[in-house]
Every structure is written in C-alpha cells, then in structure tokens.
C-alpha cells in the first residue's frame, strides 16, 4: 500500500499571504489529522477530520482551517500568514476516528518570509 | 489538559548497548502510548505502541512497558545499530473517542559504531 503523500513538500510564502497543503491518506484510511512541527513547540495537533467532518481541534487561532473530501483526501489551509507560522506541517492518516495507529506522511515545509 | 513529559532529550550509546527512553503523562483517561521515530527530512514513523490494558509489548529489538498507576512508560532497545539514531517521540492520546496525540519533546539518539 503506498503511505500517507503530501503536497508540495516545501512552500516558501510571504507575510499577509494564504497557502493551501493537500494530503492522501492511505487507502482505505478515513481519518486524518494534521499536526504543526516546531523546533521549540514540537508537534502539536492541529485538527482531526473524519467522513467530512471536523471531529476535534487543537489551540490554534481560526487562520488554520481546513476539510476532507469524500474520498478522504485533505486538504488545511493558513490564511494571513505570520512568520511564525512556518513550520513543518504534518498530516497522520488512520483506519478510524479516535484512538488507532496513525501513519505520517513526509510533510510540508512551510517557510513565511 | 494532557502533558507529556520525556527524558532525556539526548543520548548518546555505543553500538550494541541498550537505550532506554521514558515518558510520563498526567491524565488518567489516556489509553494509548505509541512511539515514533523520525528521520532527518522524514515524517515521523510509528515503531511500536502499548495500549492500557497491557503492560509490556516487544517487537524485536524494540520493546515499550507501561506503568497505568504511575503514569509513566518507557521506550527500551536493546543492541542498537547505528541505524537506531534518530528523533524518537513518545505520545499519549486524550482518552475517549478523541484521536489527537499529545506528544513529548522528543529524545536525539546518537549510536556511535
């Protein structure tokens, strides 16, 4: 089975911009979730998504959003981009919502000038 | 809210010793502690996980326990190549049917050949 893909792997973004990452679970998964990497905050969780639908989210303020679509793919968007927003952004796909194994893609390196 | 403590944050072995990493969690209604290993330029990878009902798993060289009265479980691998060096994170769930990990600062491991 191929793993969890994301695109693009590096995104460089102005200030006051917006960006959009896409994921694809795997095959079969319809739960997604997606997670920001920081070297002084960690990984921190982001928000969850099943059959469509928002199930949980995490501290962060209403720029990051994002969405599933029907055949599970993902997609989060950052509006109004902040320096501090760069990061590596990591989506986690897994069979089921709530607690199951979840499998990490590659992720997106998002760097905002 | 759920913290994930995780110690040390380096460690340094000789080819062919044990490491041995540890985490602690503070909430009571986590029931599932997977760990991850995570390359330079890589996703994190799901090497092994321990659910609340069991208290020690192995798979090969790689082994987690869990102490649920304590709040703490511990990342054990024995005969490390240098293959082993990497990031390894610890993480907890929030218990219930919320999927987000909550995970720890994460441990540089460095196997010297």
């Known amino acids: 089975k191929a793993g969890v893909t994301q695109t693009p792997r590096y995104l460089i973004k102005t200030r006051g911009q917006q960006v959009t990452l896409s994921c694809s679970p795997i095959?079969?998964?319809?739960?997604v979730s997606w997670y920001q990497q920081t070297p002084g905050q960690g990984l921190q969780f982001l928000f969850e998504y099943f059959s469509e639908t928002q199930r949980n989210k995490g501290n962060f303020p209403g720029r990051f959003s994002g969405r599933q679509f029907s055949n599970s793919r993902s997609e989060m968007n950052v509006s109004t981009l902040e320096l501090g927003d760069s990061a590596l952004y990591l989506c986690?796909?897994?069979?089921?919502?709530?607690?199951?194994?979840?499998?990490f893609g590659p992720g997106t390196r998002l760097t905002v000038t | 809210g759920e913290n994930v403590e995780q110690h040390p944050s380096t460690l340094s072995v000789q080819e062919g010793d044990s490491a041995v990493i540890k985490c602690t969690y503070s909430d009571s209604a986590s029931n599932y502690f997977p760990w991850y290993k995570q390359e330079l330029g890589k996703g994190p990878q799901l090497i092994i996980d321990i659910r609340s009902n069991v208290g020690e798993k192995k798979d090969q060289r790689i082994a987690v326990t869990l102490n649920k009265t304590a709040k703490h479980f511990s990342l054990h691998i024995t005969e490390t190549q240098p293959e082993d060096s990497a990031v390894y994170f610890c993480?907890?769930?929030?218990?219930?049917?919320?999927?987000?990990?909550?995970f720890g600062k994460g441990t540089k491991l460095s196997v010297k050949p």
């Open positions: 993480a907890a769930d929030l218990g219930g049917s919320q999927g987000n990990l909550i």
């Open positions: 095959s079969g998964h319809r739960s």
């Open positions: 986690a796909s897994s069979f089921q919502q709530g607690t199951g194994e979840q499998y």
